[in-house]
């Protein structure tokens, strides 16, 4: 499945292309300069509709904005910021749910997700859905903590609890995105074994073609809700 959809992205087949056509240096710099462009040009542009999401979500007396503690390149600790979708008490909703359903634990033993979390506000349900929550990443791109396309920022037990050696070899070589081909190959419809397998070969075979190309496919994935939580 995973091989199928990475087919999809490209004419020819991934496994065929070249990695790059660039040098690794090279094409690290243009990949650079090209995030720092566009996402300096999309904070200008969407200035007005961050204005309007912060004063919606401040109206609970909470901040606008969540920062939580991801791994970057390298291994570097980060905030990555979103819009926050969750309740001010959301720690307390969730350790509730977890220890009265036994289900919904599972869920989140083996995905880091919920389909019915009760943290998240009715406000936050809408960001989720449209991935209006992850436009402050925008800022996170601009400072170089992360890419417009890499794979998901991931918190360190994740790191260490599933993608093992190889896995978080592969991770750690490359600067995390806003979006990837986890993104457009399902999003959470996708298993975490899936989502590693994804990580692990986009971090294998670097290009700009490859980016240009999931950039492209997010657009019609996010208006799609395809696996949006």
Not at 28 to 39: E, G, M, N, V
Not at 120 to 127: H, N, Q, W
């Amino acid at each position: 499945m995973i091989r199928s959809g990475l087919e999809a992205l490209s004419t020819p087949r991934l496994d065929q292309e070249p990695r790059s056509l660039l040098p690794a240096n090279l094409r690290r710099a243009a990949k650079r300069s090209f995030d720092t462009a566009a996402s300096l040009a999309l904070l200008v542009l969407l200035s007005p509709l961050f204005l309007v999401l912060i004063a919606l979500i401040r109206r609970d007396g909470g901040s606008a904005f969540y920062s939580h503690r991801r791994i970057g390149r390298g291994g570097a600790s980060f905030g990555c910021l979103k819009f926050r979708s969750m309740a001010m008490d959301a720690d307390q909703r969730l350790a509730e749910q977890l220890r009265n359903n036994p289900a919904d634990a599972a869920e989140w033993a083996t995905r880091r997700k919920l389909k019915h979390d009760p943290r998240i506000t009715p406000l936050g349900a809408i960001l989720r859905q449209t991935s209006l929550d992850e436009l402050p990443q925008l800022i996170n791109v601009l400072r170089g903590e992360m890419s417009l396309v890499g794979p998901r920022p991931v918190v360190a037990e994740e790191l260490q609890d599933h993608y093992g050696r190889v896995g978080a070899r592969a991770y750690l070589a490359v600067t995390p995105g806003i979006t990837g081909l986890w993104q457009v190959s399902g999003r959470s419809g996708t298993s975490y074994t899936d989502r590693v397998a994804l990580d692990m070969d986009y971090a294998q075979r670097p290009s700009l073609r490859l980016d240009l190309t999931i950039l492209l496919r997010t657009v019609p994935a996010v208006l799609a809700r395809r696996g949006a939580v």
